[in-house]
Every structure is written in C-alpha cells, then in structure tokens.
C-alpha cells in the first residue's frame, strides 16, 4: 500500500490503519488548521487562496544607557568628538565668560588645558613636526548620533570633561598629539586656549 501524501504540503501521512476515526488526511494538526483558513477564504471571496504562515523574529533593543566612563572613552576614540568637545568648551566660555575670573568653578580644568597646550608645544612655544595626516574611517549617521550624544553626556559632567582634557595631555607628552590625525583636535585646543586668556583665566606669556 502506498503512503499517504499530505494534501496541502506533500510529506507522508501517518498510518492511522486500525485506530478509530476518520483516516489521516494532513501531516500535521499545523497543515490542518492552516488548509482549514484556505478553505474558509476561498469560501468567503469565491476564488483559491493560498494561506502562507510568516514568522518574523523581532529584534529588542537591550543597549544600556551610555555611562559616563562609556562616554569619555567614545569621545576620546573618535577625533572628530575630541575636537567638538573642546570647540564646544571654547564656544560655552564666550557666550557666558565668568564674571570673576578668580572665582571660576572649574579653575582645575583650566590648568588641564594650559597643560595640554604646553605638553604638545614646551614651554618655549616651539612645535613639534607633525607628521602626515591619516584618514579617518567614515562616520555613519548612527555613528555620529552616538558620538553627539556621548559628547554631550561628558560636557555635563565636569569630572568626565577634566579626564578627556587629562587624557589628551597624556597623549601630547608622549607624542601622540604629533601626528598629523589630531591636527584638528589641536586646532580646537589652542582656540579654548586662546579662550582662556582672553577672559584672563589664563595667564599670558
């Protein structure tokens, strides 16, 4: 005797030979219910219609909120961050200069930015050579929102801001300021510390 073929899907109907009820007709109580929809939508609309079942994974976002610490080392691993930080912390100091220059809150930030321009130029002023520019990766939109964000996150803490300013005087002592990559986060620095002894929060040389 040949097996039994599934009506709706064609796999091999069990052998229901000597057990009670109607015989075998679909591999699956899945094959059932879904031939049982085709027949009611032909039924309702007079024409065949084929029911396709669809699974769909839905994906969860799960990503945790960006940490302080997060958010320093996304800014100080992206140049472009590093730059917008300081041109930001420029920008903020000229459209709200403090009052008194004595008794400005973050009087050890502004020693972090002299030591930075210092590290990289001496304190003679002399410059070091820079070597050749390398490209940077392109940014991609959701890249770039991150590191907006991430920018954004350390600026409103003053102690994430001081450890970026730290971390780039770390990098000019050892050189690392010296290549042509970081040209425009030196830029940057030297118009915040331009800013700086403009409104006298800085001594001039």
Do not use: F
Not at 21 to 47: K, M
Not at 145 to 162: F, Q
Request: charged content about 30%.
């Amino acid at each position: 005797m040949d097996a039994k073929q599934c009506q709706r899907c064609g796999k091999t109907v069990e052998d229901s030979t000597g057990r009670r009820g109607r015989p075998r007709v679909w591999c699956s109580p899945e094959c059932r219910r879904l031939a049982s929809e085709e027949r009611r939508a032909a039924h309702s609309a007079g024409r065949v219609v084929e029911v396709h079942e669809e699974i769909r994974e839905r994906v969860v976002d799960r990503s945790r909120p960006l940490s302080p610490d997060g958010a320093v080392e996304r800014v100080l691993s992206d140049r472009a961050a590093t730059e917008k930080l300081l041109r930001v912390l420029a920008s903020r100091l000229r459209k709200d200069p403090p009052h008194n220059p004595h008794q400005w809150q973050e009087d050890q930030m502004k020693w972090l930015i002299r030591d930075l321009w210092q590290a990289y130029h001496g304190v003679d002023g002399s410059v070091p050579p820079v070597e050749m520019p390398e490209t940077q990766p392109e940014t991609t939109a959701a890249t770039a929102e991150a590191h907006r964000a991430a920018v954004a996150l350390v600026l409103g803490s003053p102690r994430s801001t001081r450890e970026v300013l730290a971390t780039l005087s770390g990098w000019a002592k050892t050189g690392t300021l010296a290549r042509g990559e970081h040209a425009a986060t030196l830029r940057a620095a030297a118009v915040l510390h331009e800013t700086l002894q403009v409104y006298r929060l800085l001594p001039r040389r």
